[in-house]
């Protein structure tokens, strides 16, 4: 009986990251060390491409999400400029009101010097 601790270096995307699994592994054969490293490299390539996969579908997510919010932003500056302009155009109408408003007042003042 063989009993190993267990480091593994691997590699994913071209940088090493370290796993370690405590306890070790107790073997009976060398045969049985081979099936078991062949069994965890398998398993390891599985993780590792699902995790590669995940990646992937996350950065078309944010992608997707980026050209929202881009399109949001557009939106919402154009809401503004229209917010603005109408802003402009009420305080063009409240001063002519304010004028008409005032010539009123002189026309009436006028009709009753004429009463």
């Known amino acids: ?7 593994f270096n691997l590699l994913m995307n071209n940088e090493p990251y370290k796993l370690t699994l405590t306890g070790g592994i107790t073997l009976h054969s060398l045969d049985q060390l081979t099936l078991i ?22 950065k078309v997510v944010c992608s997707e999400l980026r050209k929202e919010i881009g399109q949001r932003q557009m939106e919402s500056k154009t809401l503004k400029e229209e917010m603005d302009k109408r ?25 009753r010097t004429f009463k």
């Open 37 to 58: 490293i062949d069994s965890h490299t398998l398993n390891l390539n599985g993780l590792l491409q699902e995790i590669e996969k995940k990646i992937e579908e996350l």
């Open 87 to 111: 802003n402009r155009q009420i305080q063009k109408e409240k001063k002519e009101l304010d004028g008409s408003a005032e010539e009123v007042e002189k026309l009436k003042v006028v009709c």
């Open 1 to 7: 009986m063989i009993s190993l601790p267990c480091n």
